[in-house]
């Protein structure tokens, strides 16, 4: 998901473009509460007809594998935290990228010296963009959907020709 705000005043070092970049998760919290319920309640419910049986092991197999589906969301959830933070203005180009460990990476550019490189496919549309400097680049946006990436790379490359005076 890509919040972006556009700001168009020709003075000082105030921002022409910035974005808050973070990857789309369709499941809330609470959401995800609920369908945790729901495997837990048939869980419960097919592991007491096992046991009733006798066949004891199917419930603690069938146990387990409820504990990788919470596990493979508890992990999904730690991965929506990466977030990128573009600041652009006549002056600086601020790209801030916080990975899911949480340690920032922080790149400072001067956009006059930078190039927007966007890569695309014939059937799915833009597979990566990045900015280049003298040798640096610095990947954008890989987490989002094909449509943000889209959007994000129209909008943030009429805000780098603008700050160019293009």
Wanted: glycine content about 10%; charged content about 20%.
């Amino acid at each position: 998901m890509a919040e972006t705000n556009m700001i168009a005043p020709d003075f000082g070092d105030a921002p022409l473009f910035q974005a808050r970049l973070m990857p789309h998760r369709s499941l809330s919290t609470r959401g995800f509460a609920f369908l945790m319920g729901g495997v837990f309640l048939i869980w419960l419910t097919v592991g007491a007809l096992f046991l009733k049986m006798g066949a004891w092991p199917v419930f603690g197999f069938f146990g387990l594998d409820v504990l990788a589906i919470y596990l493979a969301f508890r992990l999904n959830y730690r991965a929506a935290r990466v977030r990128e933070e573009v600041r652009l203005s006549r002056t600086s180009l601020d790209i801030r990228k916080v990975p899911a460990s949480g340690r920032p990476e922080e790149h400072s550019l001067n956009p006059f010296w930078t190039r927007f490189r966007v890569s695309r496919h014939d059937e799915i549309g833009i597979t990566g963009m990045a900015v280049e400097m003298q040798g640096q680049s610095v990947s954008l946006g890989s987490f989002l959907n094909p449509d943000d990436r889209e959007s994000f790379a129209t909008a943030f490359g009429r805000a780098l020709a603008k700050a160019k005076g293009r």
